[in-house]
T-cell receptor, first 111, second 113 residues
C-alpha cells in the first residue's frame, strides 16, 4: 500500500528565515495536495500538483513535484508567525478515489 | 457562505455509549469523507461516500457507521465497539473522488470518559 513520509516531523525557525518541508511517496503520485492546519482546527487547502516537474506558488509558499512524481517539497520564503501550524501532504490513491495523508510537519516560527 | 459545518466542536461521552457526529455541506459536492486524527498519526480515512445512499469503508471503519440519505449530510456514528474512540474527527467533501481538492470542516473533538 502507498505511504507518505514527511520530513522533518517538526521545525522551529526564526521569523524571516526560509524553510523546506518534504513529502516522499513509496509509489508514483497522481495528485499531490498540500494542506495547512492550525491546532484543533480543520485543514486549509494550499496547493495541488499533478504533473512531474510542476511548481506552484501562492504568496510566499512554493510547492514542487519532482519529475519522477515521487517527492514533493513545500518551501516558505521569509517565514512569518502566521505560517506556524501543521503542514500535511495528501496523495490521490488512484482508482480508490480518496486521499492518503502523511503524518504532518509541525512548524513553529519564533518572532 | 458555502462550506462544511461539523457539530458540536467538543463532545464528551461515557464509555459504552454510541455517539453521532454531524457533518453538513452546502457546496453541492458529490463526495464526502470522514477522517480520524490522532497525535502523531496524521489523518486516517474511516468512511467515504461518492453518492447518496452509497458509502465505502476506509482504512479504519471498524466500530464506526455512516449514512448518506441526503447529498448535503454525512453523519458518523461512533459505536461502543470502537475501542479507542477519543480523537479529533474531521469531515471533508469534494466535487468528485479523483483529482479533486477536499474541503474540510472545523472538526469535532470527541472524548470518551
Amino acid at each position: 500500500s502507498q505511504e507518505l513520509e514527511q520530513s522533518p516531523q517538526s521545525l522551529i525557525v526564526q521569523e524571516g528565515k526560509n524553510l523546506t518541508i518534504n513529502c516522499t511517496s513509496s509509489k508514483t503520485l497522481y495528485g499531490l495536495y498540500w494542506y495547512k492546519q492550525k491546532y484543533g482546527e480543520g485543514l486549509i487547502f494550499l496547493m495541488m500538483l499533478q504533473k512531474g516537474g510542476e511548481e506552484k506558488s501562492h504568496e510566499k509558499i512554493t510547492a514542487k513535484l519532482d519529475e519522477k512524481k515521487q517527492q514533493s517539497s513545500l518551501h516558505i520564503t521569509a517565514s512569518q508567525p502566521s505560517h506556524a501550524g501543521i503542514y500535511l501532504c495528501g496523495a490521490d490513491r488512484g482508482s480508490q478515489g480518496n486521499l492518503i495523508f502523511g503524518k504532518g510537519t509541525k512548524l513553529s516560527v519564533k518572532p | 457562505d458555502g462550506g462544511i459545518t461539523q457539530s458540536p466542536k467538543y463532545l464528551f461521552r461515557k464509555e459504552g455509549q454510541n455517539v453521532t457526529l454531524s457533518c453538513e455541506q452546502n457546496l453541492n459536492h458529490d463526495a464526502m469523507y470522514w477522517y480520524r486524527q490522532d497525535p502523531g498519526q496524521g489523518l486516517r480515512l474511516i468512511y467515504y461516500s461518492q453518492i447518496v445512499n452509497d458509502f465505502q469503508k476506509g482504512d479504519i471503519a471498524e466500530g464506526y457507521s455512516v449514512s448518506r440519505e441526503k447529498k448535503e449530510s454525512f453523519p458518523l456514528t461512533v459505536t461502543s465497539a470502537q475501542k479507542n474512540p477519543t480523537a479529533f474527527y474531521l469531515c471533508a467533501s469534494s466535487p468528485g473522488l479523483i483529482y479533486n481538492e477536499q474541503f474540510f470542516g472545523p472538526g469535532t473533538r470527541l472524548t470518551v470518559l
